[in-house]
Each structure stands twice: as C-alpha cells, then as structure tokens.
C-alpha cells in the first residue's frame, strides 16, 4: 500500500519563476511539482498536485480529497493570512497537513505573521526556499507510510 499526497499551492504561486525572484527564486511551479512528483515515486508514493487562485476551487480540491489523499502538502499563498473556509476545509476532511511558504512569512509584512492554518497543521515550513517543499514531502511521505504499515 502506498502512501497518496495531495500538494496544493494557491493563489499567485502560478507566476513563480517570474513573480519578485528576488523573494520566491527562480524556480518555476512546474519546476517544483515535477521534483515532487519524482520525490513521490522515488519514495513509493503517488502524488498529485493542484493549484488555483480561487478559494472555492481549493475547498472543493480539499473536499475531493477526502477517502483517497493520505497526507496534504499545502502552501496556501495569501490566503494563509485571510481564508477561514480554507482552515475549516482542511479541519473538516481531516487529512493531516503540512503548510508551506518558500520565504519566511515571519520576517515579511506585519500582516503575513498570522496563518490560519498553522495550529492545525502537523508542521509549517517556511523561508528554506522550494527546499521547503522537499522537506515537507519526505516527512509526509515518511510519516504515512509508517501509519499504513502498521495498520497492515
């Protein structure tokens, strides 16, 4: 049995490669889903990915997810400072997370300090860059299949 990640990216994370370098690299989002889907099969597991700037397709991604996605893997752009319904999607399915930020939210604007998601969440990554996601997929990786093994 393998492990099934589900890694969305919201809002703006479409224009990264071109969207302020200077803060999100120059790696591009086909860039890191590519990586993380070979992270995924190297490890034993299937990955799939989705992005959208709206929340409603990001609930509804989240909704879908529920019964076939073990883990989560979500960097949930600005709405991680705005969206409520996104948190309670999230809290609904009951799919353990990690949330993810490729700069260091903490060190940016006043407002960008405050998630929605961090105290649900099994971890929060942020400021490593698209190292991030890498560090996010093993543990999810990782950490479900140990749970799939034992439930075997």
């Known amino acids: 049995m393998s492990a099934s ?3 969305i990216n919201g809002p703006n994370l479409n224009l990264l490669g071109t ?8 790696a591009t989002l086909n860039d890191i889903v590519q990586d993380a889907k070979s992270q995924a099969h190297a490890l034993g597991a299937t990955l799939e ?3 959208s700037n709206s929340e409603g397709s990001i609930i509804d991604c989240i909704h879908a997810a ?8 979500i960097n949930p752009g600005a709405y991680t400072h705005t969206s409520v319904a996104i948190r309670d999607a999230l809290s609904a399915v009951e799919i353990p997370f990690i949330e993810v930020h490729i700069s260091n ?19 929060v990554i942020c400021g490593l860059g698209v190292a991030g996601y890498t560090a996010a997929m093993e543990f999810a990786i990782k950490s479900t299949a140990n749970k799939l093994t034992s439930k075997a």
């Open 5 to 7: 990640i589900l890694l």
């Open 19 to 26: 969207r302020e370098p200077t803060i999100y690299g120059s």
């Open 49 to 51: 990915a989705f992005q």
């Open 66 to 73: 529920r019964g076939s996605a073990d883990f989560i893997v």
């Open 105 to 123: 939210i903490h060190a940016r604007d006043a407002f960008r300090a405050k998630s929605f998601f961090s105290d649900k969440a099994v971890a």
